[in-house]
């Protein structure tokens, strides 16, 4: 008789399989739409580096208001919403059945893709709601500071604002770390790519993820400030984030330098597109 674990984890498989291509398909598209956003909000920053930003915000808001300007904008937003929901449909997928690789089936795997799939979900929906309203979803920094004000006004707030910031740092420095070390060769085909293109994704994977990581971990130990000082002012989103590295004994070249990052993080992602592993 075989064992109802055995049972199940065949089903899972079975309907993984029935669904592989549509939900690669999936991967791919929100691979892109992510890419778009990253080389938009680093051509914003750069901008704003050189005081030319038009008092537009170097993160997704500023991004979407961009891509609104340009003809067949609203086409293109609705193209970019779907294509991030269809990132968020892979995440769950890998939450569901197992993501590829053969540690893919491991809890923390899945609850990392959940985690990611409701994260992807969010921008899904908020660019959605951009492309159907027409109007902008509101700058991060504006979103930190309110959500920061209201988590100090609770019992407990300052810690919890506090446990958040430092889980963002983090997180920021994680991504730091796997992108320096190269760790995303293994989610990549690079038996398919040539020995050029394979060092060109390589600097790509750790320019570009070292300055998200560099970026979120500012943005954690900005919210770590906020509530040891307990001021919501203090917490920053990414507009305000990217700024502050203006603020530096090196004036707005470090802001060059993140905003290149972001760029080529951007570039990264149309690469994972092309070649990642799903």
Known sequence: MIPDSMTWRGRAKARRAANSSTVDAAARAGFVARGVIYVLIGVLALRIAFHQSDGKQADRS??????AEKPFGSVLLWVLGV?????ALWRLSEAAFGSSGPDGGKAHKRLMSAGRAVFYGFVSYSVLSFAAGGKNS???DKSSKDITARALEWTGGRWLVGAA????????????VRAVMRKFRKHLKTGE???????AVDVLGVFGGGARGVLFATAG???????WQYEPGKAKGMDDTLRSFTQTPVGPWLLVLVA???MAFGLFSFASARWRRT
Do not use: K, N
């Open 62 to 67: 500023g991004a979407l208001a961009e891509i």
């Open 83 to 87: 294509a991030v929901a269809g990132m």
């Open 138 to 140: 509101g700058s991060s």
């Open 165 to 176: 910031g430092i889980g963002v740092a983090v997180a920021g420095v994680w991504i730091l």
């Open 193 to 199: 790519m040539s020995p050029r293109t394979r060092q």
């Open 221 to 227: 130990i900005f919210a770590v400030v906020a509530a």
């Open 260 to 262: 290149l990052g972001l």
